[in-house]
Structures are given as structure tokens and as C-alpha cells.
């Protein structure tokens, strides 16, 4: 299975998985989405028979919330059977709703933001000490994530004992479970010279930046990280993947309604569905809807989900257009928040 | 006590190279025989505790065993969650060490009396809890952890504990150790508190007290049949600690008092009250302060005993 091939399954996945268990977090396992499928379907060496093969590339996901990608990406990649993935946070369900390490292929359980990556960070240490080259530790996060200040203790440490064979990937859809992320803990200076990524060189590690919603940028930024740890031995690398939150389907995109919120019997449902057939790769079958869904109905306007628990200005279209930045100086209109092109 | 930790630890760790120690940026001499002598098992994580912790379980996981050190509430309550989620929750063949359980670092204020960190770490699964009394009681801990995979606290005094028997035969994780033989009373002690509770025996002699006297080097988990055999046959059980009396070994003890079928003994919880100590002072006068000196000992299991 190709990287594009696996992306639009694990976006299918989690459309099922999320809608079915009414679980939260769709717009964050979106946002990743791509990355996971680059990672499983070019980047990464497993053994799905054999999930402890000491060889193995470790991956560990940082950002525990978004477990539907992460059991969609392993039950496609032959690590437990696809079928499983339907008792998503059922209960006596091994696919908890914050990712366990219970399910085969799954290294450590996440959920409490920050703990993922210094544990990758040990793992990726150990491997030095003890002089097993044979594989690399990858740990994902979220730009939210990098709020939490035990991400930075984890960047000093690993710049400090040169890990070269840790590559860290930020999901960075610039959104939080409740706004904005500049909104809420800002990750680039107020004055936009110095980004994330520049944070990152400034704590010692190379940083990629790139589309993360391209899988050849995506794979390309996994090779570069490769030849890197050889070219600059003394650096681990941070792959900033600039992405969009909810990517994938149309009004799921950059809206923090669908940090918590699960497409719903009806419309929501039906329509994201509908657009995700719109763009199906050939080889590939809808395990739930083989021909799709042809007669979608359309939201009302003073439906249900206006009332859902996210600010009602986040559900209006116009919203990222009039959120503005905290002002560090006052009587200019420079801290606009400008809404991310979508190149699709 | 710590000499005694770093000590077997060296030992053991020429041994198997499997053993780590990392450290918090604290241990200025003490870990110096680890640090010159084992320099590629030894770890400086730098002031950055939860970090340290979940590298040390990252490291667990790859087949390490794996040492932290730290001193008073700063390898435990700091990164209380890194501990639940990623050592316990895993399994992972982490040993949390801390130096300055109670009042060891007194004079240096509230932010270095570890006075809650068995309650904290007692309520996490899959923790073995440790807080031996003397150098041979650590030294036996930190042999009896390293065979013992799975996380484990061991909360340690500073130093110049008084030594509580000669040779230790048959130590067990789990199990308690008799240090004096008696009559209607029996005290339990566990951690540094030992030296306090020593003296307390000896004051309740001139009284025509003569207390058998446990040491609890386990407290999770903890020897229950010892507490239910005791039960039955004393009057009075008191349990001594340098910690809060809210869910630390008072506690534990109390909670199999409570669903003890035959039980003759009544309970009696010293410890620290409950409250910061907001005043200055050094271990001996803080303990003091709360009663749980040698004197203040005495005297409460004296007003327990004649009612």
C-alpha cells in the first residue's frame, strides 16, 4: 500500500471510528494524517508479526489524543486486524480512546501532553549507550504540545547527548483544543522573525520545515533527517510539518469546533464521507461505504450543532478572519490572523 | 544511609552494565564514587525532573535498569504524573531514589520536606514503596530493588542514622524486620525515624514499658501477615513516621487494622500533623516540634497506654 493509499484509509478510519464511538479529536488525527501514512507507508522499519523486533524503528506518538489514526495506521499496516478497529472506545475495547500500548505496534501510552517525547528521547539515548545503530526513535507532537515546558527539558537533553538517531515531528496546524494556538501560548516572537522551527536550531537540532500535507515533502524531510544524522552527527532533527487541523474534509478544516467534536448522525457524517470519496485512489475500497454516500442532506441553519460547546463564533465561517492576536502594539492592523492557504 | 545506596550501587553496577544512575543535578559528592568510577552508566540530566523521569523510562523499556536521584520532593511530587503514566503505568524498571525523606533537610524550608511523598507514590499500581531505616537496611534495599523489576521509590535519610542490628538474615521486599523484642506494645517504624523511636524505648523502660519494635523497610507492599499477627497478640500498635499522618505508612497500617478480623490491638498514628512547618529549624527540633522525637514519642504512647 502507497503513502496516498494508506492516508485516505486513515481518514476513513477516523471518520468511522470517531463517528461511531462519538469520540473527540477528528480535526487533530486529521491534521497528521499524512504524516502517519508517509511514516508507515515509506519511512518506517516494522515487523507487524513481530511488534517487538528489536531492530525496529520506535514511533511514538506524543500527542496521545489523536489514537484513531494511530490504531487506523497500524491495523492497515498488518499489525491487528482492520476489523478491530469498529470497538474503537467500546467498552472491554483495547483501543482506548488516548493511545495504549496494549495494542500491538504501539510503544507507549499517551495522553497527558509532553511525556511521549522524553520517553522517546530515553529510548533514542539508550540506543546509543548500548550501541544499537540499527534503528531510529521517531516521536510526534503537537504544536500545542510544545506548550508543555518538559518538550523543551527533552530538546535540551537531546541536543545535550547529540541524538542523532531521534527525529521529533511537529504537527503544526496551529490550532489548540480551545483556539488558536497564537492565541494561546504563541510559538513564534512577536515580531515573526523567529519561528518554531528557529526555536528548535536555537535549542541545537536541524529543523525541515515543510507541507505536511505532502507526502513527497513529507518523505523527502524523513530522508533528509537520515542523511542528516550522518552529515551532522552531533544534531537530532525536528520535521516542522506545517499542516491544517480537520485537513481533508471542507468544513472540518481550521475550525476548533472539531478538536472535540465527532461528525454526527445525518449531514456531517454523510457529507465527510461524500468528500473523501471525491478524492479515493485507485486500488483502494471503502471498508463501510464501498460505492460512498450519493444523497448527502444539508446542515439547517439552526441546527444542533451550533449549540455544541465550542465558542459560537468558531463555528461561524468568518471567524478566522476576525480573531486577532493579542496586540503587542496597539493601533495596527499587522496581527490579523491570516487563515492558511488550502492548496488542495 | 546515602553513602550506604551509592555504595551498594557501585557494586552491583560493575556487575551488570545494564544499571544506570541518573541524576537531577544533585549528589555533589555523594554520587561521586558512581559518577568517577561508572562513568558510562552515569547520567546527568540536568534541573529537569519530569524530563528525567520519562528518559529513565525510555531507557527501562530498552532493557535498562535505571536509577534516578534526586533529593526531597523533587524526584517525586514534581514529576508525580510522569511517574503514574509513564514508569508505573508501563512497568518500567525505573528506581526512584530520594535523599531527605521528612524533615532531613529542615532548616532549608517547606520546598525541601518530603513529608507527602508516600502518600503519592503508595497510590500509584505497580509501585513498590521503600524507606529502609539504617545503612544495612539501604544497602539491602538497593540489592533486593535491582532484582526486583518494575518501579519502586526508595525515599532514603541524609546520613548518620543509628545503626539497627547487627546483619540483616532473610530480607524480603515486603517483609518487616524485628529490631526489639517486647511486650503489649509494638512500634513500627519505617525510614530515619528509627533513631527517634530507639530513643523512645528507651525512655518508656524507666516507665516499665518495654515495646517490641518493628522496622517496616517495605511499605508497599506491605507485610500484612506480620501487622495481623501482631493484631491479635498487643494492645497497642504504633506506627512512627517522617510524614504527614494523611495516607503515608500510619496509614497503610491502619487500613489493615481496620479489616482485621481478630484484633485485640488499638492503633496510635504519629507523625507530622497535617501542616507545614513554617518555622526554621533542623531535623531533630522539627520532630520535636511535631511530637515525633524520642520524648514526644514517649509520652503519647505513656498517655495511650494509662488512658
Wanted: with cysteine; glycine share 10%; charged share 25%.
Amino acid at each position: 500500500m502507497n503513502s496516498e493509499q494508506l492516508s485516505w484509509l486513515i481518514r476513513r478510519h477516523c471518520v468511522e471510528m470517531t463517528h461511531r464511538a462519538r469520540a473527540s479529536h477528528i480535526g487533530s488525527d486529521f491534521s497528521a494524517t499524512d504524516i502517519l501514512a508517509t511514516l508507515y507507508a515509506d519511512v518506517l522499519r516494522y515487523d507487524a508479526k513481530a511488534p517487538q523486533w528489536r531492530d525496529r524503528d520506535r514511533f511514538l506518538m506524543s500527542k496521545g489524543h489523536a489514537s484513531a489514526e494511530l490504531y487506523a495506521a497500524l491495523a492497515e499496516s498488518g499489525f491487528f486486524p482492520v476489523e478491530e478497529l469498529k470497538t474503537f472506545c467500546e467498552n472491554g475495547s483495547r483501543l482506548l480512546g488516548h493511545v495504549s500500548s496494549e495494542v500491538p505496534g504501539v510503544e507507549l501510552s499517551t495522553g497527558s501532553l509532553g511525556h511521549g517525547f522524553s520517553v522517546a528521547v530515553g529510548m533514542a539515548y539508550a540506543a546509543k549507550k548500548s550501541g544499537d545503530v540499527g534503528h531510529k526513535v521517531y516521536a510526534l507532537l503537537g504544536d500545542g504540545e510544545c506548550n508543555e515546558g518538559a518538550v523543551w527539558e527533552a530538546a535540551l537533553f537531546a541536543n545535550h547527548f547529540r541524538l542523532n538517531n531521534l527525529v521529533a515531528i511537529i504537527d503544526r496546524n496551529q490550532m489548540q483544543s480551545l483556539d488558536f494556538g497564537e492565541n494561546t501560548l504563541e510559538l513564534d516572537d512577536s515580531e515573526g522573525r523567529y519561528r518554531l522551527a528557529d526555536k528548535w536550531r536555537a535549542f541545537g537540532w536541524r529543523a525541515i520545515e515543510v507541507d505536511g500535507h505532502d507526502l513527497n515533502q513529507l518523505k523527502s524531510a524523513f530522508e533528509e533527517a537520515g542523511e542528516n544524522a550522518k552529515k551532522e552527527p552531533h544534531k537530532p532533527t525536528v520535521v516542522v510539518a506545517n499542516t491544517i487541523k480537520g485537513r481533508g474534509v471542507a468544513f472540518m478544516q481550521n475550525d476548533v469546533l472539531w478538536h472535540y467534536r465527532y461528525p454526527h448522525s445525518g449531514w456531517e457524517y454523510d457529507d465527510a464521507v461524500r468528500e473523501l470519496h471525491e478524492r479515493i485512489p485507485s486500488g483502494v475500497v471503502d471498508p463501510y461505504a464501498s460505492s460512498g454516500i450519493m444523497r448527502v442532506a444539508r446542515p439547517e441553519n439552526d441546527g444542533e450543532i451550533v449549540d455544541d460547546h465550542a465558542l459560537s463564533s468558531s463555528w461561524k465561517s468568518s471567524y478566522p478572519e476576525q480573531m486577532r492576536r493579542v496586540e503587542a502594539r496597539p493601533g495596527t492592523d499587522e496581527r490579523v490572523h491570516a487563515v492558511i492557504e488550502d492548496k488542495q | 544511609m546515602r553513602n550506604a545506596f551509592v555504595r551498594a550501587l557501585v557494586e552491583l553496577a560493575k556487575k551488570d552494565k545494564r544499571i544506570e544512575l541518573i541524576t537531577g543535578d544533585l549528589g555533589f559528592g555523594v554520587l561521586k564514587p558512581f559518577w568517577e568510577g561508572l562513568p558510562d552508566q552515569f547520567t546527568n540530566a540536568g534541573v529537569a525532573e519530569q524530563n528525567m523521569i520519562s528518559v529513565a523510562t525510555g531507557m527501562a523499556l530498552e532493557g535498562k535498569t535505571v536509577f534516578v536521584y534526586s533529593i526531597g520532593n523533587f524526584p517525586t511530587l514534581r514529576c508525580l504524573e510522569q511517574i503514574r503514566n509513564d514508569c508505573a503505568y508501563h512497568k518500567a524498571n525505573v528506581k526512584i531514589v530520594c535523599v531527605g525523606g521528612g524533615f532531613a533537610y529542615g532548616p532549608l524550608g517547606v520546598s525541601h520536606h518530603a513529608t507527602e511523598d508516600i502518600a503519592c507514590l503508595r497510590a500509584i499500581p505497580n509501585m513498590t514503596v521503600m524507606a529502609p531505616g539504617d545503612a544495612a537496611e539501604a544497602d539491602a534495599c538497593v540489592r533486593a530493588l535491582v532484582e526486583t523489576p518494575g518501579p519502586a521509590y526508595l525515599r532514603l535519610g541524609r546520613g548518620g542514622e543509628k545503626k539497627i542490628r547487627e546483619g540483616i538474615d532473610n530480607f524480603a521486599v515486603g517483609k518487616a524486620l524485628k529490631a526489639r523484642d517486647g511486650e503489649r506494645i509494638a512500634l513500627f517504624s519505617t525510614g530515619a525515624i528509627f533513631d527517634e523511636v530507639d530513643s523512645a524505648c528507651d525512655l518508656l523502660k524507666n516507665e516499665g514499658f518495654y515495646p517490641a519494635v518493628y522496622t517496616f523497610p517495605t511499605i508497599k507492599p506491605v507485610d500484612r501477615d506480620l501487622v495481623e499477627s501482631i493484631a491479635k497478640d498487643f494492645e497497642l500498635i504504633v506506627t512512627c513516621e517522617g510524614h504527614n499522618v494523611l495516607g503515608g505508612f500510619g496509614s497503610a497500617i491502619a487500613e489493615i487494622l481496620a479489616e482485621a478480623n481478630e484484633r485485640k490491638a488499638k492503633a496510635l498514628t504519629l507523625g507530622v500533623h497535617d501542616r507545614f512547618t513554617d518555622i526554621a529549624g533542623d531535623q531533630a527540633f522539627l520532630r520535636s516540634r511535631e511530637g515525633i522525637d524520642g520524648q514526644g514519642i514517649a509520652s503519647r504512647i505513656l498517655e495511650k497506654m494509662r488512658g
